[in-house]
């Protein structure tokens, strides 16, 4: 049983990853006015992967390169790497467009993509709980495009072109997180996210302009250098927060990185008028950022929460005492 300490740290440390994810695509927004979407990718990549190595030669727990001369295992590694290589180049791309709140709730359609898949590949069954939460947040993403539905389908308008590269970067995802699913049976979740990063740095090289980032003024650089060090720390509170509460629970606090791009949006754009742009939306485009976190909460861990036999939890508790 998980000690009620390690519950409250658990927690902090999954809070701390929602916010650091709330954060990063605003700092990739000023981030971009400097450097192309391949090249942030490229840097957010290069210190992640610079971090790990550290990390693993620190614990010296680098893994048996051997383990993928299994032709099955190196095409999983494949498909992992390039569907998170897939999923950092689209998305940053799709910032370019978007604003940092639609661009993560947009992010959150690679739940819907990876649960629906897992049920063809792996051939789970779906929940209830898990229908009932892949619904509300497709309803809760009509809301929330309600001003710009049309644009979406009817012209490819910029605002068109950043939702859809970001649906694409959630198709991605969802790529990377099934081949993971597979290969973490066999590799501690740091020393597949190493070979992955390897991978992408490599791959994405040649691609970059990296003389882009001697033109940046220093927040531009730090926001640059920080989009880096966010997936180190946001994946290293997302390791220990796991590592203390139950998965479910800890995925559960992520789904509300949507609400942190908008408050911290509005609240930079407050503070910094003249860097940043704040998020204007109608009551139903609030509504539905709202619906797709729940939607997706729910999901998550809404088979704790409610049985189709057993009712509400609330109710199965009363029913104990």
Not at 14 to 30: D, E, F, Q, R, S
């Amino acid at each position: 049983m998980i000690k009620q300490q390690n519950v409250k740290l658990g927690f902090a440390l999954a809070m701390l990853t929602a916010v650091m994810w709330g954060i990063v695509p605003i700092a990739m927004k000023y981030a971009l006015m400097v450097v192309d979407p391949l090249t942030l990718a490229w840097s957010r990549l290069a210190i992640s992967a610079l971090g790990i190595t550290i990390w693993l030669a620190y614990k010296k727990q680098f893994p048996n390169l051997m383990m993928f001369r299994k032709r099955r295992r190196f095409i999983l590694l494949m498909i992992a790497g390039f569907g998170l290589l897939g999923n950092f180049a689209l998305f940053a791309s799709a910032v370019q467009y978007l604003s940092a709140t639609t661009a993560q709730v947009v992010g959150q359609t690679g739940i819907v993509i990876f649960m629906i898949s897992s049920a063809f590949i792996f051939r789970e069954r779906l929940r209830p709980t898990q229908i009932i939460g892949i619904l509300v947040l497709l309803v809760g993403l009509g809301l929330f495009f309600n001003k710009n539905i049309v644009d979406l389908f009817s012209n490819m308008s910029s605002y068109g072109i950043g939702v859809w590269l970001g649906l694409l970067a959630s198709v991605s995802w969802a790529c990377y997180a099934l081949a993971q699913k597979v290969l973490l049976q066999k590799l501690r979740a740091e020393q597949l996210l190493w070979l992955i990063y390897l991978i992408c740095t490599v791959f994405l090289l040649p691609f970059t302009s990296l003389s882009k980032i001697t033109n940046a003024d220093a927040t531009q650089l730090f926001a640059i250098i920080f989009c880096g060090l966010n997936t180190i720390i946001a994946y290293g509170a997302l390791v220990m927060a796991m590592e203390r509460w139950q998965a479910a629970q800890v995925s559960a606090i992520t789904t509300l990185t949507p609400l942190f791009s908008l408050i911290f949006s509005d609240l930079f754009s407050l503070i910094w008028p003249e860097k940043f742009v704040m998020q204007y939306l109608n009551i139903l485009g609030y509504i539905g950022a709202v619906s797709v976190v729940a939607g997706a909460m729910f999901a998550t861990i809404g088979h704790y929460i409610w049985h189709p036999r057993k009712g509400w939890l609330i109710n199965r508790n009363k029913g104990e005492k």
